[in-house]
């Protein structure tokens, strides 16, 4: 914790005093995120299965070197 104004000072920039103090996004990133959420709903299934498929594949060329 910062103990007084000075010590604040001393953080330098881009510190802030409280989470509620943090600069709201800017509305293209709300836009996208709300472009991109039904997509991503319909095949976050496939990402999934991707990743388990590459992970069992690391593993098996780890266990056969």
Known sequence: MVQNAQ?????????IGSPNDLP???RPII???EEV???WEE??????A???V????A?????WR
């Not at 001393?10 to 510190?15: A, Q």
């Not at 095949?43 to 999934?48: G, R």
């Open 7 to 15: 010590e604040e000072k001393l953080l330098g920039r881009g510190w």
């Open 24 to 26: 709201k996004p800017s």
């Open 31 to 33: 836009t996208l995120r």
């Open 37 to 39: 959420k039904p997509w």
């Open 43 to 48: 095949w976050k299934w496939l990402f999934a």
């Open 50 to 52: 991707i990743g388990v």
């Open 54 to 57: 590459l992970g069992t594949i």
């Open 59 to 63: 593993i098996l060329i780890k266990f």
